[in-house]
């Protein structure tokens, strides 16, 4: 037995059989598909439901949607919205935001701020690149809010649909989008 154990390992040793072991486990994963893709030319296929970047919605009509409630600034987990609203001059009893920031770099992309929006002002976008030499312009105010919901308007609308926010039909669009009319003012049919 001895004899054959020394045989064994010396025929071990000669034809380097520990090699080929590890060589047949490194040819068995040459000849697989990649499962990598080269990021800067290929972008990944993100899903409807993805939280990226948060933009401001308007109405189809291009009036702003914000109300100035502040209820996303209350139910942000890392306090990374302030709103400044005040009362509507033009409308007594109504309210607009006037100022709305969101710091990027303390948001950690929840959707507690979008659930929260009773009109739908607020919607995530698949947009996700955020590279930057100066941390001062992740700091989104109104306007470049604004500018990404028109921007990304479609994956924003999907955002909503997907986590049943908002829906696509008549009636929903009766419910979200109207309210009530001043006393004084004519409703337009």
């Not at 701020?113 to 009773?118: D, F, L």
Request: proline letters at 4%; one cysteine or more.
């Amino acid at each position: 037995m001895d004899s054959r154990q020394s045989s064994k390992r010396f025929f071990d040793a000669v034809l380097f059989r520990e090699i080929w072991t590890a060589m047949k486990v490194t040819f068995k994963h040459m000849f697989h598909r990649p499962i990598t893709f080269q990021y800067p030319r290929e972008k990944r296929t993100i899903p409807d439901a993805h939280r990226g970047a948060l933009g401001l919605l308007r109405y189809d009509n291009g009036v702003e949607r914000c109300v100035g409630c502040d209820l996303c600034e209350a139910a942000c987990p890392s306090r990374c919205i302030k709103v400044i609203s005040e009362e509507d001059k033009s409308m007594p009893l109504q309210r607009k935001a006037t100022e709305f920031y969101i710091d990027i770099t303390k948001c950690v992309f929840c959707g507690y701020c979008v659930e929260a929006c009773p009109v739908n002002a607020l919607a995530m976008t698949k947009m996700y690149e955020f590279s930057t030499h100066d941390k001062r312009t992740l700091l989104f105010d109104k306007k470049r809010l604004y500018e990404i919901g028109e921007l990304h308007i479609e994956d924003a609308k999907k955002y909503l649909y997907a986590h049943n926010q908002e829906k696509n039909d008549e009636e929903s669009r009766a419910y979200r989008y109207h309210f009530p009319q001043p006393v004084g003012k004519e409703t337009d049919s």
